[in-house]
C-alpha cells in the first residue's frame, strides 16, 4: 500500500497522532494538548512553515477559543517552532509562563 504521506518521511504533526486530548479541528487546521507542554497547540494540516497571514490569524483566533472554552488562563500564542521547525504550530501559553501543568480547567 502507497503511503499517503504528503512531504516528509516522519513528521509528527502531519501524523496528528491523538496522543492527547483533542479540543478542535476542521479543515485548517487541528487544536490539541501539547504532550511536552502541557497547554493547547493549534497546528495547521499543511506541512510548512508559512500559512498566509489570514490563515495565521484564522488559527490564532481558533486557539484563543480554545483557550477561552476549556480554560481559564490568560494566554499569549507562542509560534517559535523549537521542536518541529519545519511544520507550522503555535502554543498557547499562560501569561509569564512557559508549561501549562497543573493550569485551571474552566466548565467544559
Ligand atoms: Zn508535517
Ligand atoms: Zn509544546
Redesign the pocket.
Given at each position: 500500500m502507497p503511503s499517503a504521506f504528503?512531504?516528509?518521511e516522519h513528521?509528527?504533526?502531519?501524523?496528528a497522532a491523538r496522543l492527547t486530548e483533542w479540543f478542535y479541528e476542521d479543515d485548517v487546521c487541528w487544536i490539541a494538548e501539547c504532550e511536552i507542554c502541557a497547554v493547547p497547540m493549534v497546528v495547521w494540516r499543511v506541512?510548512s512553515t508559512s500559512p498566509a497571514s489570514d490563515l495565521k490569524s484564522y488559527m490564532h483566533e481558533k486557539l484563543a477559543n480554545v483557550v477561552e472554552t476549556h480554560f481559564t488562563f490568560e494566554h499569549f500564542v507562542d509560534d517559535n517552532m523549537r521542536n518541529?521547525p519545519?511544520?507550522y504550530h503555535a502554543h498557547a501559553r499562560p501569561v509569564g509562563g512557559f508549561f501549562g501543568h497543573g493550569l485551571p480547567r474552566g466548565q467544559q
Open positions: 504528503p512531504g516528509p513528521c509528527d504533526l502531519c501524523e506541512h518541529i519545519d511544520h
